[in-house]
């Protein structure tokens, strides 16, 4: 077989060799990136509102990161921490202690994908409570591991044949339809207090659609938690890493949750993820009851390092700030003026317009528009259960030429839905 540089004949060769089961939005193959520009194999570039789904907050090769990727290589790629530990992974440890809510003692345990990151605050919490049932929320994505799948919500694709799925998650809805003290009667209803370890809640639902509960419901939320022994685990696997304006999204609401699962946007690429969670909770497990050979890799937490630097040294937060407000203007300005764009969803930089025609969620509409702005350069992506919300997660690192661009292409294709 051989390869060939045009997308064309990629794609060619891909379906003879890559499963069907793994999709792809864009027939394009990457060349390069750089910021929020992806250039393909045929030179064609375009601007990047999906940032690879949430994971290049800090932009594309951004120069840090790549010399620190480059650096380390160098010294060496991997010994597993289990085996021979290196400084990196302590000192990325002691910096996410420090720049997660809650002024307590933690500890952290690093994996490779936010799928093994929810799997493992769950052990962590069953282990310190003994207790053995999860609760999560509709909407919820979490993975695509056996017990990460069950906690997701939607089922197609992502559950679709897929089952048997794992016992003792319990499904509520989010604070966008019922309040926290809902609780009480799922409580009575479906799960014993008593027996729950944990619930699992995406601060800003990624996935299930850019939902945010309203004021008041993780406060709430999280009180109950306490009072009946149960570890609220916040999943920033998506909204963490500064796309909310905060750098933490939970931190709009000034909750300090028991556990954080943190991946994506943490390494700007390289596969790396983290639980970080109250010392006593994380240090209950006996040694050796976590890890995994690659969990922290030494060029993944070099990586996350000189992210975390690009945060604190190039005001990446107020970006995404500046960012976020920009955004919103425009999406109003959308929301007054095309019929079809209905709610403007989601916090700071973590934003998405919901689409609608005659009145009914339309994911084809939102498949048009991914497909009309990738021809006209710009890449976005749709989410949520109808597939009808369009979600921007641009580099926070976007000029404001591409920006004014990307919203420009995007704002051409809902203006066709009311010719
Ligand atoms: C909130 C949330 N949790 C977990 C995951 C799973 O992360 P990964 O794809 O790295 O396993 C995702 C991925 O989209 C996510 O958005």
């Given at each position: 077989?051989?390869?060939t540089?045009?997308?064309?004949?990629?794609?060619?060769?891909?379906?003879?060799?890559?499963?069907?089961?793994?999709?792809?939005?864009?027939?394009n193959?990457?060349?390069?990136?750089?910021?929020?520009?992806?250039?393909?194999?045929e030179?064609?570039?375009?601007?990047?509102?999906?940032?690879?789904?949430?994971?290049m907050?800090?932009?594309?090769?951004?120069?840090?990161v790549v010399?620190?990727?480059?650096?380390?290589?160098?010294?060496?790629?991997?010994?597993?921490?289990?085996?021979?530990p290196?400084?990196?992974?302590v000192r990325?440890?002691?910096?996410?202690?420090?720049?997660?809510?809650?002024?307590?003692?933690?500890?952290?345990?690093?994996?490779?994908s936010?799928?093994?990151?929810?799997?493992?605050?769950?052990k962590?919490?069953?282990?310190?409570?003994?207790?053995?049932?999860?609760?999560?929320?509709?909407?919820?994505y979490?993975?695509?591991?056996?017990?990460?799948?069950?906690m997701?919500?939607?089922?197609?694709?992502?559950?679709?044949?897929?089952?048997?799925?794992?016992?003792?998650?319990?499904?509520?809805?989010?604070?966008d339809?019922?309040?926290?003290?809902?609780?009480g009667?799922?409580?009575?209803?479906?799960?014993?207090?008593?027996?729950?370890?944990?619930?699992?809640?995406?601060?800003?639902?990624?996935?299930?659609?850019?939902?945010?509960?309203?004021?008041?419901?993780?406060?709430?939320?999280?009180?109950?938690?306490k009072?009946?022994?149960?570890?609220?685990?916040a999943?920033?696997?998506?909204?963490?890493?500064?796309?909310?304006?905060?750098?933490?999204a939970?931190?709009?609401?000034?909750?300090?949750?028991?556990?954080?699962t943190?991946?994506?946007?943490?390494?700007?690429?390289m596969?790396?993820?983290a639980?970080?969670?109250?010392?006593?909770?994380?240090?209950?497990?006996?040694?050796?009851?976590?890890?995994?050979t690659?969990?922290?890799?030494?060029?993944?937490?070099e990586a996350?390092?000189?992210?975390?630097?690009?945060?604190?040294?190039e005001?990446?937060?107020?970006?995404?700030?500046t960012?976020?407000n920009?955004?919103?203007?425009?999406?109003?300005?959308?929301?007054?003026?095309?019929?079809v764009?209905?709610?403007?969803r989601?916090?700071?930089?973590?934003?998405?317009?919901?689409?609608v025609?005659?009145?009914?969620?339309?994911?084809?509409?939102?498949q048009q528009?991914?497909?009309?702005?990738?021809?006209?350069?710009?890449?976005?992506?749709?989410c949520?259960?109808?597939?009808n919300?369009?979600?921007?997660?641009?580099?926070?690192?976007?000029?404001?030429?591409?920006?004014?661009?990307?919203?420009?292409?995007?704002?051409?294709?809902?203006?066709?839905?009311?010719?």
């Amino acid at each position: 077989m051989s390869i060939t540089t045009s997308n064309k004949s990629l794609s060619e060769n891909r379906a003879g060799s890559i499963a069907a089961g793994v999709a792809s939005i864009n027939p394009n193959y990457v060349a390069s990136a750089q910021g929020a520009l992806i250039t393909d194999v045929e030179g064609n570039q375009f601007i990047d509102f999906a940032g690879g789904i949430a994971v290049m907050n800090v932009g594309h090769s951004h120069p840090r990161v790549v010399a620190a990727i480059k650096a380390q290589a160098e010294k060496f790629t991997h010994t597993c921490f289990m085996v021979n530990p290196y400084e990196s992974a302590v000192r990325l440890a002691a910096k996410l202690a420090a720049i997660t809510p809650g002024d307590f003692a933690k500890r952290s345990v690093f994996l490779n994908s936010g799928a093994e990151a929810v799997e493992n605050a769950v052990k962590i919490a069953r282990y310190y409570t003994k207790r053995p049932a999860v609760i999560v929320f509709e909407n919820a994505y979490h993975g695509r591991t056996l017990l990460t799948m069950t906690m997701t919500s939607k089922v197609k694709p992502y559950k679709f044949g897929f089952g048997p799925f794992a016992p003792e998650v319990y499904r509520m809805p989010f604070g966008d339809t019922v309040g926290p003290e809902a609780l009480g009667d799922f409580f009575v209803k479906q799960v014993n207090p008593e027996a729950v370890a944990c619930v699992v809640a995406e601060p800003v639902q990624g996935e299930g659609g850019f939902i945010c509960p309203p004021e008041g419901y993780f406060q709430e939320l999280s009180r109950i938690c306490k009072d009946n022994g149960i570890l609220f685990v916040a999943d920033e696997i998506q909204s963490g890493m500064g796309r909310t304006g905060k750098m933490f999204a939970i931190e709009h609401w000034d909750v300090e949750p028991d556990l954080i699962t943190v991946a994506k946007s943490l390494a700007a690429g390289m596969p790396l993820a983290a639980v970080v969670g109250r010392t006593e909770i994380m240090d209950a497990v006996h040694p050796w009851g976590l890890g995994g050979t690659y969990g922290g890799n030494p060029v993944a937490c070099e990586a996350a390092l000189a992210v975390l630097e690009a945060f604190e040294e190039e005001g990446l937060l107020e970006k995404a700030q500046t960012l976020g407000n920009k955004m919103k203007a425009r999406f109003e300005q959308w929301q007054a003026q095309f019929a079809v764009v209905d709610e403007i969803r989601g916090l700071g930089a973590m934003l998405g317009i919901t689409l609608v025609k005659d009145g009914a969620p339309s994911a084809e509409a939102a498949q048009q528009m991914v497909q009309s702005c990738r021809e006209k350069g710009l890449i976005i992506l749709a989410c949520g259960m109808q597939g009808n919300v369009l979600r921007i997660l641009a580099p926070f690192v976007i000029t404001d030429e591409q920006l004014e661009k990307g919203l420009a292409i995007m704002e051409e294709g809902l203006a066709a839905f009311s010719n």
